[in-house]
């Protein structure tokens, strides 16, 4: 590079990782260690990718897709009833209404290319951490 220069990189940088939630992580794991299978995921494998998206976590030999809703990220109803119409403060090109939609079009895809779809709330795995003592020590 030449001398009294900046140099401009992309925003994620050159070679961006895809962002996952240690919530979900742990999700996974626990599914896993449920039901005795092999989930790929984030730390075991890398995030499978089907069509153009990536998979937070996939069983091969059921070909179920799990799916962590973070409920900020995926515009969860529940979470942010008030602020359906409101522009995203992170994500400026959407609402949270289109986010949430956006995440059901996904489950939707995914069921019509015929994979069995297993997701849990961001809200729900905070109340189960919560209730569920043994669900609570391992996630």
């Not at 995030?47 to 059921?62: P, Q, T, V």
Request: proline fraction near 6%; glycine fraction near 6%.
């Amino acid at each position: 590079m030449p001398r009294e220069t900046v140099a401009i990189l992309p925003p994620e940088g050159y070679s961006p990782e895809r962002k996952y939630s240690i919530k979900a992580l742990r999700w996974l794991r626990w599914i896993a260690h449920e039901t005795n299978q092999d989930i790929r995921h984030a730390r075991n494998g890398g995030e499978m990718k089907i069509a153009h998206l990536s998979i937070d976590g996939y069983n091969m030999n059921m070909q179920t897709v799990y799916e962590f809703y973070g409920c900020f990220w995926h515009g969860c109803p529940e979470c942010y009833p008030n602020m359906k119409l409101e522009e995203h403060p992170v994500r400026h090109d959407c609402t949270f209404q289109q986010l949430y939609q956006a995440t059901q079009d996904r489950q939707n895809f995914l069921n019509e290319l015929g994979f069995r779809v297993e997701h849990i709330w961001e809200h729900d795995y905070d109340r189960r951490c919560k209730e569920d003592p043994e669900f609570g020590a391992f996630a």
